[in-house]
């Protein structure tokens, strides 16, 4: 099924960018944006102005993921691991449960797992409910919800319970299996919302869906150019990919397809607001006019290396360091 912007445009490609054309074109960049996409002489049409901020938009997203060695938005991952006895995967003897470091964070739920004998080819996989795991140091979610906050906290080590590994066979005996939920919750809607709803559809359902156990999910917001409202999702359709978000109250606003519903850190979307820029000025100093910022490192005669190193320095609380 396409996906289409608020200005009707289709979009292509896998996945919401951080930022939207609309959000990076209302921004205080000081950049022309309205010369974008054209490779002639004459004036791109608003079509190609789109197409080619998209494809900024996406470019400087992946840029954010590559300054803070990880996905910012919220995934669904299965990792594997081989222990005890490996850094990542440690037996405490004290407690007979394990301790499990996990490549990504910060980790905001486990969806299940399972484990093998290291030794056995092929592999006799025995299944490991999600109860079986507990984050060792949760997320404290904004506003009281499953996202994550946008101070950088929120740990990506899971402990599991005691009995299910034990040394008995020596070091590096199991391979364990892990299916676990990291990042911030970020979509966009792939259908016109009405007011007064109390559901939409989105793109990626990843994460806003409340755990087990719980009555509500994450809390974002809807970022929709003078009719922003704050959501809470209560109820998701499917643990990843499209599907529909169910609402904790009514919207108050309609809203059009192609809108970004998010609960990413305002700190990551002006970062990657900073990636985008340092693109748009590569076309040379006579294409664009990069306005001065008060209070900013950036101003006047900024490089593209400098727009760059700003971005990354307000990403480095988010960045993955294990």
Same mark, same amino acid.
């Given at each position: ?106 980790? !905001?739920?486990?969806?299940? $797992? #399972? ?8 592999? =006799?996989? /025995? +299944?490991? *409910?999600? &109860? ?88 974002? !917001?809807?970022?929709?150019? $003078? #009719? ?8 998701? =359709?499917? /643990? +990843?990919? *499209?599907? &529909? ?78």
């Amino acid at each position: 099924m396409p996906v289409y912007s608020p200005q009707g445009y289709p979009i292509a490609g896998p996945g919401s960018p951080y930022v939207t054309p609309s959000m990076l074109m209302a921004s205080a960049t000081g950049v022309s944006w309205s010369s974008i996409g054209s490779q002639a002489s004459t004036r791109p049409t608003s079509a190609q102005v789109f197409a080619e901020t998209m494809n900024i938009c996406r470019r400087a997203s992946a840029m954010a993921d590559s300054a803070t060695n990880t996905v910012l938005r919220a995934t669904v991952d299965t990792e594997q691991l081989t222990g005890p006895g490996d850094f990542r995967f440690q037996l405490q003897n004290s407690t007979g449960r394990a301790r499990l470091l996990m490549s990504r964070s910060p980790i !905001t739920g486990v969806l299940g $797992g #399972q484990w093998t004998p290291a030794g056995a080819f092929p592999a =006799t996989w /025995t +299944q490991l *409910p999600a &109860t079986a795991f507990r984050v060792e140091r949760p997320v404290i979610g904004s506003f009281g919800s499953t996202a994550p906050s946008g101070s950088g906290d929120g740990g990506q080590s899971l402990l599991l319970q005691p009995g299910q590994v034990t040394w008995l066979f020596g070091r590096n005996n199991v391979d364990l299996q892990v299916t676990y939920v990291n990042g911030w919750p970020h979509a966009t809607l792939t259908a016109p919302a009405t007011a007064g709803a109390t559901s939409v559809q989105v793109d990626d359902c990843t994460g806003w869906g409340p755990p087990p156990g719980a009555t509500t999910g994450a809390f974002g !917001t809807i970022y929709d150019q $003078g #009719q922003e409202e704050a959501v809470l999702c209560v109820a998701s =359709t499917a /643990t +990843q990919g *499209p599907g &529909t978000l169910t609402l904790n109250a009514p919207l108050q606003f309609a809203h059009n397809y192609g809108t970004m519903v998010s609960t990413m850190p305002g700190t990551i979307q002006q970062a990657t607001i900073l990636f985008a820029v340092s693109q748009a000025i590569v076309r040379g100093s006579t294409a664009t006019t990069v306005q001065a910022v008060p209070g900013s490192s950036v101003g006047p005669g900024a490089s593209m290396k400098d727009f760059e190193k700003a971005a990354k320095e307000m990403l480095s609380p988010y960045k993955r360091v294990v």
